[in-house]
């Protein structure tokens, strides 16, 4: 019988842990994309009171097509929760912000994320938590991508 080498493991645990991350639907009253959009432009808010950013940046950070991320930035605008709106930064540019007023319906959202990753690092510990939060930063900061 052959061995089961790490990256066979590592792909398998990659492939259960998105399994639990969408069947325990950590995004619940948004749909996926529209909460990770969402996140951005709160965690933006919450650092410099505006919560203003360029789709170009949505892009780099989400990782997602440009297509995606603007059907995503439609329907949140559709449902009151951002707003395009122009910046002294770069006319030529796109920009984004939430909705002050409508922050309350992500904010429902975000705490029951928040209560499902408390009830995540109640299963694998802190210091485990602490352990993936490390991988996921270092391989962000070495700019991992599959394409």
């Known amino acids: 019988?052959?061995?089961?080498?790490?990256?066979?493991?590592?792909?398998?645990?990659?492939?259960?842990?998105s399994g639990i991350i969408k069947n325990s639907r950590i995004t619940k009253g948004l749909?996926?994309?529209?909460?990770?959009?969402?996140?951005?432009?709160?965690?933006?808010y919450r650092s410099d009171g505006d919560g203003i950013i360029s789709i170009k940046e949505i892009v780099e950070r989400t990782r997602m097509q440009k297509s995606l991320v603007n059907r995503t930035v439609n329907s949140l605008e559709e449902k009151g929760l951002l707003l395009r709106c122009e910046s002294e930064i770069d006319r030529r540019m796109t920009y984004v912000k939430?909705?002050?007023?409508?922050?309350?319906?992500?904010?429902?959202v975000h705490e029951e994320s928040l209560a499902i990753a408390d009830n995540i690092i109640d299963i694998i510990g802190p210091e485990d938590a602490e352990a993936f939060i490390r991988i996921v930063y270092k391989l962000e900061e070495a700019d991992y991508s599959v394409n």
Do not use: G, H, P
């Open 1 to 17: 019988m052959e061995e089961i080498t790490q990256s066979e493991l590592l792909l398998a645990s990659w492939v259960r842990l």
């Open 31 to 44: 749909m996926y994309n529209e909460a990770v959009v969402m996140y951005i432009l709160y965690m933006r």
């Open 98 to 108: 939430c909705v002050r007023e409508k922050l309350d319906t992500f904010l429902k």
